[in-house]
């Protein structure tokens, strides 16, 4: 069975059929203007050496060519033999601020579709990682406990809004308790071990306003969980939009009528961060300073989930880069003008 790595290039197939409109719509146009200016007959004599069929065989020899490299692109594997093999991982607790400040647009297009994009973008990175998604706002709950479905993880976190959680505030203490939950911490029904394999990462802007954040990453280190922390927002106060029924309503105010603004809180969010043994990271970046964070996530031990039997694919795109590399040499041999000394319909005929 034929599988593709990359299989969303295949839609650029799509543009092959709007090659081949345009093509004979300027042939079309080519013909009508030579139609003005004599008739066919005419032209078969004033053009001896003019062949209708070569340009269609040519641009036909293109498509094809085009057609098979991006096959190439996508590359097209073969799934040969089934392999068994130990699953090596750490577990990972992501923490996301859903409160009503992460909807602030100081940073594009804002606070928490930033945040979406960043785990994403951890998920990416990822191999045989467990991961566990824990929203907070004034309260905190486990989204979706530890799993290595990054397809399901990443759904999850596309659905995120600020609506989720009816209570507003920012208990980052509460959101680290409720991930060590995630990971079994509490359970009377399992044993807790103490492992070096656990990392929470917390994203958020950092406004504090809950509990003792800063005592729940040092119990949770204490323990053998990594806290680390990532910040989105900036320092500079910005006002925070409403929404009604998906339409932008102006900024929140407060009780006086004033507007209220929200500010990255970055000392609160390195202080917990250094209480939990791990790193802040600013999100300044498109990738939000991802790349830092899985650096200090190779620091984690991998624990054995066990053995498990996978297809291993072996890649052939050697055969449409050839195709598409005869293709395009067969296009520059065929002249666009006939032949007279080595006619085929000549040939044929004699």
Not at 7 to 30: E, M, N, Q, S
Not at 190 to 196: A, I, N, Q, V
Not at 290 to 313: A, P, R, T
């Amino acid at each position: 069975m034929i599988h593709f790595e990359h299989i969303t290039y295949l839609y650029f197939l799509l543009v092959i059929p709007a090659l081949y409109g345009i093509f004979f719509w300027t042939r079309f146009r080519k013909k009508k203007k030579l139609a003005l200016f004599a008739d066919s007959p005419l032209l078969v004599q004033l053009q001896p050496e003019l062949s209708r069929r070569r340009p269609h065989i040519k641009f036909t020899l293109l498509m094809l060519a085009l057609a098979f490299l991006i096959i190439t692109i996508a590359n097209p594997q073969v799934g040969t033999k089934m392999v068994k093999g130990e699953r090596l991982g750490a577990d990972i607790a992501i923490c996301m601020d859903v409160s009503n400040s992460m909807m602030a647009e100081d940073i594009a297009p804002n606070r928490l579709a930033r945040s979406q994009r960043a785990v994403s973008t951890l998920l990416d990175q990822l191999g045989s990682d467990r991961v566990s998604l824990v929203v907070f706002a004034g309260s905190s709950f486990i989204q979706m406990p530890l799993t290595t479905d990054y397809s399901a993880a990443k759904m999850f976190v596309d659905q995120m809004d600020c609506n989720m959680i009816q209570a507003q505030g920012t208990a980052i203490g509460d959101a680290i308790n409720t991930a060590m939950q995630s990971f079994g911490y509490g359970d009377p029904d399992r044993e807790w071990e103490k492992k070096l394999s656990r990392t929470i990462i917390i994203i958020s802007d950092g406004e504090n306003h809950e509990d003792d954040a800063i005592g729940a990453a040092k119990e949770a280190y204490a323990e053998g969980v990594m806290v680390n922390t990532i910040g989105m927002g900036t320092t500079k106060g910005t006002p925070i939009p409403e929404y009604r029924n998906g339409q932008n309503n102006g900024y929140k105010h407060d009780r006086e009528g004033n507007i209220v603004t929200t500010q990255l809180n970055e000392q609160m969010l390195v202080d917990i961060a250094q209480a939990g043994g791990g790193i802040y990271v600013r999100a300044a970046n498109i990738n939000a300073g991802i790349d830092e964070i899985v650096k200090q996530l190779e620091h984690l031990e991998k624990e054995n989930y066990g053995s498990s039997i996978f297809s291993e694919y072996e890649s052939r795109f050697q055969y449409p880069l050839a195709a598409a590399l005869l293709c395009l040499l067969a296009e520059v041999l065929i002249a666009e003008k006939r032949n007279k000394k080595y006619n085929l319909g000549k040939l044929l005929k004699r």
